[in-house]
T-cell receptor, first 117, second 111 residues
Framework: GAVVSQHPSWVICKSGTSVKIECRSLDFQATTMFWYRQFPKQSLMLMATSNEGSKATYEQGVEKDKFLINHASLTLSTLTVTSAHPEDSSFYIC?????????????FGNGTRLTVT | DAKTTQPTSMDCAEGRAANLPCNHSTISGNEYVYWYRQIHSQGPQYIIHGLKNNETNEMASLIITEDRKSSTLILPHATLRDTAVYYCIVRGNTNAGKSTFGDGTTLTVKP
């Protein structure tokens, strides 16, 4: 099956620092990856679409300068939360799209719990 | 993508079938129905998807009505480990995977 690895699984950082989260597709190439954020007792909210070799597409209301996305290879996308603040504390989840077939399902990482103190 | 409506929560007895409904009355012809579930503090897990025919795999069955305006996910013999939030998503085959999550159904399997 398709496996997506996300690292780290949890991170605590101080306010004002930056945090990088990695998302890797382990056994398939993903031209497209998606980043979601989830607050407690809420659903997943799509933040951005990460395309290999091009700039990410951000959803309305998501600050692209705060949430930097890099998709430099077909198996790796990174999300960097810059100058993190306590309100950025959340569960961040990536997913990868195989593109082998148009109806391919998404495959998700296990999420990264970010706590900003 | 078409919007979906699911009940907020459902209970099911362990060992019995869990039938989770989803309404997608505005679905269009090229949109598939996908089901995922999310166990607490984990990433969502893909379960099954279909276009218009009923589908079955090792995890579940998906029944789509003839008019495609609704569907039901069936877990044939629910276990305690099936307790999760279940999301029904409709997605077009030209969207390159982009998927929007609604609130889902919290299924609680009880002993």
């Amino acid at each position: 099956g398709a496996v997506v690895s996300q690292h780290p699984s949890w991170v605590i950082c101080k306010s004002g620092t930056s945090v990088k989260i990695e998302c890797r597709s382990l056994d398939f190439q993903a031209t497209t990856m998606f980043w979601y954020r989830q607050f407690p007792k809420q659903s997943l909210m799509l933040m951005a679409t990460s395309n290999e070799g091009s700039k990410a597409t951000y959803e309305q209301g998501v600050e692209k300068d705060k949430f930097l996305i890099n998709h430099a290879s077909l198996t790796l996308s990174t999300l960097t939360v810059t100058s993190a603040h306590p309100e950025d504390s959340s569960f961040y989840i990536c997913s990868a799209f195989k593109h082998s077939m148009d109806d391919s399902p998404l495959h998700f990482g296990n999420g990264t719990r970010l706590t900003v103190t | 993508d078409a919007k979906t409506t699911q009940p907020t929560s459902m209970d099911c007895a362990e060992g019995r079938a869990a039938n989770l409904p989803c309404n997608h009355s505005t679905i269009s012809g090229n949109e598939y129905v996908y089901w995922y579930r999310q166990i607490h503090s984990q990433g969502p897990q893909y379960i099954i998807h279909g276009l218009k025919n009923n589908e079955t795999n090792e995890m579940a069955s998906l029944i789509i009505t003839e008019d495609r305006k609704s569907s039901t996910l069936i877990l044939p013999h629910a276990t305690l480990r099936d307790t999760a939030v279940y999301y029904c998503i409709v997605r077009g085959n030209t969207n390159a995977g982009k998927s929007t999550f609604g609130d889902g159904t919290t299924l609680t399997v009880k002993p």
